[in-house]
């Protein structure tokens, strides 16, 4: 096992300050991270953004957006036309995080066709996984 699930397993770490559950509560989420590989290409405007993820809403790429920025990962450089254009751009530390999310979209791509195939077995078969609480 790697020495940095070693905590996990152990169950030897603070919620509170687990800074794996801090960066991937909203890192890991969809339209983080479809953000972040649209500009991976390079630097897109709002209206580009909004063109690459249609199924987005104004309001929810807005606040990803300045999640983002908040965060050190994309830089928003206001230009001086009428009416004002916006670019939005990863800064050093969002082209850092291209190499991991790299590797996850590989493996999604490549066991995409595998967890269609499990989910359909499952599904077929009736399966229900059991409530642990009750």
């Known amino acids: 096992m790697k020495a940095s699930f070693v905590l996990w397993s ?4 603070d919620v509170e300050r687990c800074p794996v559950r801090e960066i991937l509560s909203h890192l890991g989420d969809k339209w983080t991270t479809l953000i972040v590989i649209a500009l ?4 897109h405007r709002f209206n580009e953004l909004r063109r690459a993820l249609p199924d ?3 309001r929810l790429l807005t606040q990803t ?3 983002l920025q908040r965060d050190g ?3 928003r450089q ?3 036309t009428k009416p004002p254009s916006v670019e939005y751009r990863r800064t050093p530390l969002g082209r850092s995080r291209l190499d991991p999310l790299a590797a996850l979209v590989t493996w999604a791509q ?3 066709a595998d967890i269609k195939t499990a989910r359909s077995k499952f599904d077929r078969s009736g399966s229900v996984i059991a409530n642990v609480d009750s």
């Open 40 to 43: 991976a290409e390079g630097p």
């Open 73 to 75: 990962l994309l830089s």
């Open 78 to 80: 206001v230009f001086p």
């Open 110 to 112: 490549n066991t995409h």
């Open 65 to 67: 957006l300045r999640d």
């Open 10 to 13: 152990r169950g030897d770490f």
């Open 56 to 58: 987005i809403s104004n």
